[in-house]
């Protein structure tokens, strides 16, 4: 089975610093890989996803993650965060010929104005 | 908004009680999945439905259980609920063939549960 791990928490940041949060999967085989993102008192959505080709993706909000395989990693970064970006950041992992999606613990970004 | 429905938005139960949690997923989607998200931890797979079958469960005891409607809605269903059971429920919906969900996974607000 596989599993992921995030190893940063708590995050805490002021406006227009650079974000990186680690992303690690457990895996044999070929992965699809997303970030999701919940902002206080919504829900769950997609920022972006790797299925295949170009390892770096980009995705909504200014935000991209690079897939490295030979590392089982797939960081989330962006340039410069905003206050808005003070959320809870979730990594998951789903096998290609699988249907359980593998969530991290989170890390939960606090972007102090 | 991901069109993904579910109801109720808040729930208070005793333990040993029974609850049934609903979901309406996405227009076009065929595919339900059911996670656990516990407190400050991130979603646990429950099981997924697809076309109205149960094709995948996690690591869940049989007292939790589903269902998927011919309009692909669907419910979870915990019996004998024990404290360590509050928890927000997340149901996800997506368009997947063969029951191999390669597509993206998008989520309802939740159902938040509490027992008492």
């Known amino acids: 089975a596989q599993s992921v791990s995030q190893h940063n928490h708590h995050v805490i940041l002021s406006e227009a610093a650079s974000l990186e949060l680690g992303c690690n999967y457990s895996?044999?085989?070929?992965?699809?890989l997303f970030w999701y993102v919940q902002y206080p008192g919504q829900h769950l959505q997609l920022l972006l996803k790797?299925?295949?080709?170009?390892?770096l993706v980009k995705g909504i909000k200014g935000f991209e993650a690079e897939f490295i395989k030979s590392k089982f990693s797939f960081n989330l970064r962006k340039p410069s965060v905003q206050w808005s970006d003070t959320a809870e950041y979730f990594c998951?992992?789903?096998?290609?010929?699988?249907?359980?999606?593998?969530f991290g613990g989170g890390t939960r970004l606090m972007v102090k104005p | 908004e991901t069109g993904v429905t579910q109801s109720p938005t808040h729930l208070i139960k005793t333990r040993g009680q029974q609850v049934t949690l609903r979901c309406s997923s996405q227009?076009?989607?065929?595919?339900v999945s059911w996670y656990q998200q516990a407190l400050g931890q991130g979603p646990q797979f429950i099981f997924q439905?697809?076309?109205?079958?149960?094709?995948g469960r996690g690591n869940f005891p049989p007292r939790f259980s589903g269902l998927q409607f011919p309009n692909y809605s669907s419910e979870l269903n915990v019996n004998a609920l024990e404290l360590d059971d509050s928890a927000l429920y997340l149901c996800?919906?997506?368009?997947?063939?063969?029951?191999?969900?390669?597509?993206?996974?998008?989520f309802g607000p939740g159902t938040r549960l509490l027992v008492l």
């Open positions: 895996y044999g085989g070929t992965v699809n």
């Open positions: 998951a992992v789903i096998p290609n010929a699988g249907n359980m999606l593998t």
């Open positions: 439905y697809y076309r109205e079958e149960e094709n």
């Open positions: 790797y299925f295949s080709g170009d390892p």
């Open positions: 996800a919906s997506s368009s997947g063939t063969s029951g191999k969900t390669r597509e993206t996974q998008y």
């Open positions: 227009s076009g989607h065929n595919t």
